[in-house]
């Protein structure tokens, strides 16, 4: 799910002083193996959800409130921008080439967000391409990159001057050194609260859209007249979602839809109940316009983190900053989550779903950084790492099913004939009796590790996907 390094692709610019008071000798640059590997994980968790979420419902999105595996996949990649950011961009003195590298960047982003989640390709299972332009999806997980990667980047050439500066001693020093970044985190917030909470939502209609639905082309009417609602229906994410972008022009199968109310076999899919409300028909944007706004912020945080590992000196001082915050982060989430004060919510992005996956985020990275650049345990995920180092590529080619669609092309008298199924079928569901255990293992061994491979002979030819 994405150009994740700033640009989270190629392992380019993460170099880093790490300089150790109790060392005599001149401090070296060396190579932060465990951003790469943090990104890896982060592309490996996407393949994982994408592919055995339907088996699993656990590891899929969940159906509205909460967080399941799957929902943290998009904010760790934004943490990972960010800390990009801070990296990469210290490298360019120049502004205006520095700009302009952004520009170029996100205008690159943004057609490969259109190409591969905009309709065009239907690989892995059909063996067909192209959009209908009046359902193109504007929207999705390249584009919410894009869009926090240019204000995020803009923002920090804009305070590029303070990493200049002297840091005086103490934690909050860091956030007074930076405090645009946190004055536009700010703004962030109070838009983002002022469009759910205060938006007027009318009663609305939908045609559905999708040819494969028995009730395609039938028209449905959704009764909201309501201010302030975060369910399904009747929330200002979709309301200006369908008002700008166009409802035809939205995701057609939203998670929502294996929720409770719409079928008796939630969370897996399944024909929906009998009374089930028309809302559980439409689609929805879960990488839309709002919800991308607030999605800055996971970006922000993530910056904050690199500015910590450029500014703090040591090990110890940097993991005492991380730890805490992401603790801090996390338990403000679970706290606004469980007392109904707003709920945990990929698909609105709601505060409380930026505090857990931010701080999970934060927590998880501290024990890369723990285990890989303080004490050197960096072979045991080198697959991992070898993944984080050509993300794009691996993002592509296997969570955009890019190459099992080339693979499926290939068939026997019938188009589910082919090495995939048959390797799926013969090699794992059949081995092991079950489909669900089966389809996991595949997913794991298959796909992961199988790229994970890939891209680790790709590290030694020298070959990056590099946007």
Not at 172 to 183: A, C, D, P, Q, T
Not at 363 to 369: E, G, P, R
Not at 460 to 465: F, P
Request: glycine share 8%; with cysteine; charged share 15%.
């Amino acid at each position: 799910m994405a150009e994740i390094k700033a640009d989270t692709s190629h392992h380019q610019s993460l170099i880093v002083s790490e300089p150790d008071v109790s060392d005599p000798k001149p401090s070296k640059s060396k190579h932060l193996a465990s951003l790469d590997i943090f990104r890896g994980l982060t592309v490996s968790l996407m393949i994982l959800v994408d592919d055995a979420g339907g088996e699993w419902p656990v590891l899929g999105h969940a159906p509205w409130n909460g967080c399941n595996l799957a929902d943290f996949v998009m904010p760790f990649f934004l943490f990972i921008v960010g800390m990009s950011i801070a990296l990469s961009l210290k490298r360019i003195p120049d502004q205006f080439v520095a700009v302009k590298k952004v520009i170029l960047r996100t205008l690159k982003l943004l057609f490969w967000g259109l190409l591969l989640q905009g309709g065009y390709s239907h690989a892995p299972d059909k063996l067909t391409y192209g959009v209908d332009m009046k359902e193109l999806r504007w929207c999705g997980i390249l584009q919410r990159i894009a869009l926090a990667y240019l204000v995020v980047a803009l923002i920090e050439i804009v305070s590029r001057g303070a990493e200049t500066k002297d840091m005086a001693p103490g934690t909050f020093s860091i956030f007074k050194l930076y405090y645009w970044h946190w004055l536009v985190a700010g703004c962030v917030l109070v838009i983002y609260f002022a469009v759910i909470y205060g938006t007027y939502v009318p009663d609305w209609q939908f045609t559905v859209q999708d040819r494969e639905r028995t009730d395609y082309g039938k028209s449905y009417t959704v009764a909201c007249g309501v201010r302030g609602k975060l369910d399904p229906p009747c929330n200002a994410v979709g309301y200006i979602d369908r008002e700008v972008l166009g409802i035809s022009h939205m995701y057609q199968k939203p998670a929502w839809k294996r929720s409770k109310a719409c079928t008796e076999n939630s969370p897996y899919a399944g024909p929906f109940r009998n009374d089930a409300p028309s809302w559980c028909r439409a689609p929805f944007e879960p990488e839309g316009i709002v919800s991308s706004i607030s999605a800055i912020l996971s970006a922000i945080i993530g910056v904050h983190f690199g500015h910590v590992l450029i500014h703090m000196q040591g090990h110890p001082a940097r993991l005492k900053h991380w730890v805490p915050t992401g603790c801090a982060l996390l338990s403000l989430g679970i706290i606004l989550h469980f007392s109904h004060a707003i709920p945990s919510n990929k698909q609105l992005y709601t505060f409380s779903y930026v505090c857990i996956t931010s701080g999970a985020a934060a927590l998880v990275f501290s024990a890369f950084y723990l285990m890989v650049d303080i004490w050197s345990i960096r072979y045991l995920f080198l697959p991992l790492e070898w993944i984080g180092m050509n993300a794009m590529l691996v993002y592509v080619m296997a969570a955009e099913g890019i190459l099992a669609g080339f693979v499926n092309g290939w068939y026997y008298k019938d188009p589910h004939n082919t090495l995939v199924y048959w390797i799926q079928k013969h090699v794992f569901v059949e081995v092991w009796h079950s489909r669900r255990v089966g389809i996991l293992l595949y997913v794991l061994f298959a796909e992961i590790l199988f790229w994970g491979i890939v891209a680790g002979v790709l590290h030694r030819l020298g070959i990056y996907w590099k946007l």
